[in-house]
């Protein structure tokens, strides 16, 4: 079954500091990778997917992930942290193929941002 | 474009009493999902719908979770009766059909649920 670990349950950075989340998967194959943000009392909304092709995506927000095969993460990162970032981020995968295609989530990371 | 619309944003019951979501998903996506995501954790599937037909309730708890899409658009999700930790935000998502490929999931606001 596949699986998604986020290591860290909570970060808190400074505004204006880099920020690098961690997401690593457990699957047979390459799944599709997604990272979502959730904002308090908002849906999910996608920041970015990799599903083939340069495993350097570039997302919404001025966010990028890296794909590394090597070591099954996908890591989601940002140069400069600004507070409106501040938000719950989960990582997610789903299968390649199949008909069922549902997403399976990290349990998320918390994001503080200080000023 | 209008998002996926869902209601009550709020609710508050007791434990055995019965509730109910609705969820409407954006105009023309034949597939509907209904995820709950408890405090803390990232959210789960509960069902998938293609137009109304069940695609997947693997993880639905069937003894008390129901839910129905009788025209193929909007869905309601009830429980019933209601258990203490059934308290979560309960996510509706839909995307357009996608065949062989993958297509984006939006999703609602959520329903947030209190069961005390």
């Known amino acids: 079954a596949q699986s998604v670990t986020q290591p860290d349950i909570h970060i808190t950075v400074s505004e204006g500091a880099s920020l690098e989340l961690r997401c690593n998967y457990s699957?047979?194959?390459?799944?599709?990778l997604f990272w979502y943000v959730q904002s308090p009392g908002q849906g999910l909304q996608l920041l970015l997917k990799?599903?083939?092709?340069?495993?350097l995506v570039q997302g919404i927000k001025g966010f990028e992930a890296e794909f590394k095969r090597s070591q099954s993460s996908f890591n989601l990162r940002k140069p400069s942290v600004h507070w409106s970032d501040a938000a719950e981020y989960f990582c997610a995968v789903v299968s390649p193929s199949g008909s069922a295609r549902q997403l399976t989530f990290g349990s998320g990371t918390q994001l503080t941002v200080l000023p | 474009e209008a998002g996926v619309a869902q209601s009550p944003r709020y609710k508050i019951i007791e434990k055995r009493q019965s509730v109910a979501f609705w969820c409407n998903p954006i105009?023309?996506?034949?597939?509907l999902y209904w995820y709950q995501q408890i405090l803390g954790q990232g959210p789960k599937l509960l069902i998938q719908f293609q137009n109304n037909g069940v695609v997947d309730d693997s993880q639905l708890p069937k003894d008390r979770f129901s839910a129905e899409r009788l025209k193929g658009v909007d869905s309601t999700l009830k429980i019933q009766p209601a258990k203490l930790e059934d308290s979560a935000v309960y996510l509706c998502?839909?995307?357009?059909?996608?065949?062989?490929?993958?297509?984006?999931?939006?999703f609602g606001p959520g329903t947030r649920l209190t069961v005390l």
């Open positions: 990799y599903f083939s092709g340069d495993t």
């Open positions: 699957y047979g194959a390459t799944p599709y």
């Open positions: 998502a839909s995307s357009s059909l996608g065949g062989v490929s993958y297509n984006e999931q939006f």
């Open positions: 105009s023309g996506h034949a597939t």
